[in-house]
């Protein structure tokens, strides 16, 4: 066995990565394939389709915060004169 690895996580994942293939009662004909399911990836995800939309959600919810702590402002301005 690899002395030492086993505390650090990456060394964890590939023992049990491979722990999980040796295990597999029918070999699987591309490792790599069965390491991206393994790991959740499905093969054909579109990974730039998956940036893109990132992105774009990331754009939408920065303007939302923004116009949120407009909101706030405007209640906050509006609230003053009722303090007083």
Same mark, same amino acid.
Request: aromatic content about 6%; hydrophobic content about 40%; charged content about 35%.
């Given at each position: ?35 991206? =399911?393994?790991?959740?990836? *499905? ?5 730039? &389709? %998956? @940036? +893109?939309?990132? !992105?774009?959600? =990331?754009?939408?919810?920065? *303007? ?5 702590? &407009? %909101? @706030? +402002?405007?209640? !906050?301005?509006? =609230? ?5």
């Amino acid at each position: 066995m690899l002395r030492g690895t086993t505390s650090r996580p990456l060394c964890r994942w590939f023992i049990a990565v491979l722990v999980g293939l040796y295990e597999e009662p029918e070999r699987p004909p591309n490792a790599v394939e069965y390491i991206k =399911r393994y790991l959740g990836t *499905a093969a054909g995800t579109d990974v730039e &389709a %998956l @940036r +893109a939309e990132n !992105e774009r959600l =990331r754009e939408e919810n920065d *303007a939302l915060m923004a116009e949120n702590d &407009a %909101l @706030r +402002a405007d209640l !906050e301005s509006a =609230r003053a004169p009722l303090e007083e």
